[in-house]
């Protein structure tokens, strides 16, 4: 037993992670005390992932040892990991689909009545109880199943699961890329709380803000090694990113104005389940950015353009051909790409390579009679995870084994490469480090100066305000408003965002802007019942150098 440590909490000596050629981690040594918040910083594919699934039994070590309070911990099991009190909020939330909420948090460690059967009154009880400690009593209904969850609900269940039973270390893998403001609010509440009752919280974000709001501490990974602790207090971004990427960052956006006055995407009156009426322009070499809060409807909006969603109405117009609704094959082939939200479930193949996956939707280009052109394919999935910064051993490496934040490059880069004639961006840069979003930026716009018509849907206000010449903002499936780039700011946007609740009684608001739809049709709305967790509130992601 070695007692290289005195400080209560855990920590990490000279760790060390290969998958195969793939050396995630080398040499790490880290502590991460009690009461404190350690903030693990890193560009995709640094190994925070990594480092916390060794943590929490996940993983074995290739090299190196675990320690709690200054003792070595053998880990050769997620149960023992729990055990000593380690806990994860795992960046992709395992949820048991056909069970209720209540039952998926205290998934094996079920309340039995004598008989042995699932004693429901105690459930409820623990559940009710649990909620109401933690706070999410209103964002949580423990009778959903898991099936039903929004994404920001999965992650509150994983949250509740890590927190039942005595938790001394508990590690957050970017938890809030699906969040909403208010539960954003709830989790840094949560968060702190936990750090005052003397628990090691270790937390993953690529947001700066965050990371300098809630962390004491900042480590950095780079390349799999320790490339620094900086005390959050005295940290200045620019230093982070300098630690992060390994070299200054000077300018993130690009700057230029070269939208035409050709139309090339028009939508008239474009109404499904969650969009009402939705009107809108986007011409070539034009950067159109897509406001709006939880629910608004972008992500619908997106979908449906697509033809990934049902139609009730309107018309959505390429190069003034009609599309048909619901026809996703005839919108791709008609020049319109979509890379969506929830990539890893909608977009990936996990078992391809990053190739097979780069090349999807470009292969007829590449074609020449019936042969696909190997090297051609090869050339272009290459010079993509190269700009892009993807890290892996290779371009054959298969999608699956690949970062979280790799993976959303890999389908970004599946368009980019197209280079449709309407290209339409949801979220691009979530998960996605500093580096390597500088890199999308760069890529949108060459795709604009080129003449591609960018629709681009981020809640990062500061994304938005860099990169669009035009913003328009939805709230309650409808277009509130839209604002080109010398009137746009952040409040201008956030009070469209928010007319509805804002306008009350021939309040302001609701008035259409420009392109004037005031077309309400009704009060309340949907509130995007498919997935209300996925719009986050926009927030600062600062990051810019
Ligand atoms: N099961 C696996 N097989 C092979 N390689 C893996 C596996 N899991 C992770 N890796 C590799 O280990 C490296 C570190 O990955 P990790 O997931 O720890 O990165 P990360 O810092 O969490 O990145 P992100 O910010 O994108 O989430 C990556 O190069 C990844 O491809
Ligand atoms: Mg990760």
Do not use: C
């Amino acid at each position: 037993m070695t007692t290289t440590t005195t400080t209560a909490g855990a920590g990490v000596r000279d760790l060390g992670k290969r998958f195969g050629e793939v050396r995630a981690l080398g040499g790490v040594t880290l502590d991460f005390p009690a009461g404190r918040v350690t903030a693990l910083m890193g560009e995709n594919g640094a190994g925070k992932s990594t480092l916390l699934k060794i943590l929490t039994g996940d993983h074995q070590p290739s090299e190196g040892t675990v320690l709690l309070d200054g003792a070595e911990l053998v880990l050769g099991s997620p149960a023992r990991a729990r055990a000593a009190g380690i806990r994860i909020i795992p960046q992709e939330p395992e949820i048991i689909p056909h069970v209720s909420v209540a039952e998926n948090v205290y998934a094996g460690a079920l309340p039995r009545t004598a008989g042995r059967r699932l004693d429901r009154a105690e459930l409820r009880r623990r559940i009710t109880a649990d909620l109401d400690r933690l706070g999410f009593s209103r964002v949580l209904d423990p009778d959903l199943l898991g099936s039903q969850l929004t994404p920001a609900q999965r992650q509150l269940v994983e949250i509740l699961r890590a927190l039942t039973g005595e938790a001394r270390v508990i590690a957050f893998d970017e938890p809030t890329s699906s969040l909403s403001e208010h539960e954003v609010d709830a989790l840094f509440t949560l968060i702190r709380r936990l750090r005052d009752q003397g628990v090691a919280v270790v937390y993953v974000s690529h947001r700066m803000q965050e990371i300098f709001q809630l962390a004491d501490r900042i480590a950095v990974l780079r390349d799999g090694m320790l490339a620094g602790v900086l005390d959050a207090a005295e940290a200045g971004e620019q230093e982070l990113v300098r630690l992060m990427v390994g070299r200054d960052l000077s300018q993130l956006f690009v700057r230029q104005n070269v939208a035409t006055d050709r139309v090339v995407l028009q939508v008239e009156d474009l109404t499904t389940d969650e969009v009402r009426g939705v009107n809108l322009v986007v011409r070539a070499g034009e950067v159109v950015g897509l406001a709006g809060l939880i629910g608004a409807g972008r992500s619908e909006l997106a979908l449906a353009l697509a033809g990934d969603l049902p139609v009730r109405g309107g018309t959505v117009r390429l190069d003034g051909r009609g599309l048909r609704p619901g026809r996703p094959g005839e919108a791709i082939r008609a020049g319109l790409g979509l890379a969506p939200e929830e990539r890893k479930a909608q977009a990936l193949f996990l078992r391809r390579s990053i190739r097979d996956n780069t090349s999807l939707v470009v292969l007829d280009r590449l074609r020449r009679w019936r042969f696909v052109r190997r090297g051609a394919e090869r050339e272009l999935a290459q010079g993509f995870a190269d700009r892009l910064r993807v890290r892996a051993s290779g371009i054959e490496q298969e999608v699956r084994t690949l970062s979280g934040g790799n993976q959303q490059k890999v389908v970004l880069a599946r368009w980019l490469a197209r280079k449709p004639k309407v290209l339409i961006l949801d979220e691009p840069t979530r998960g996605i480090d500093v580096g390597a979003k500088a890199e999308i930026y760069q890529i949108i716009a060459d795709l604009a100066r080129e003449g591609v018509a960018l629709l681009v849907i981020s809640s990062e206000l500061p994304e938005l305000l860099g990169l669009a010449d035009r913003v328009v903002v939805m709230q309650n499936g409808r277009i509130t408003g839209e604002l080109d780039r010398a009137e746009a700011s952040e409040e201008r946007i956030l009070a469209l965002a928010m007319a509805d609740d804002l306008s009350g009684v021939g309040g302001r608001g609701a008035d259409g802007g420009p392109n004037g739809h005031g077309g309400r049709t009704g009060p309340g709305g949907p509130e995007g019942h498919g997935d209300p967790g996925r719009e986050k509130e926009p927030r600062d992601e600062g990051g810019r150098p």
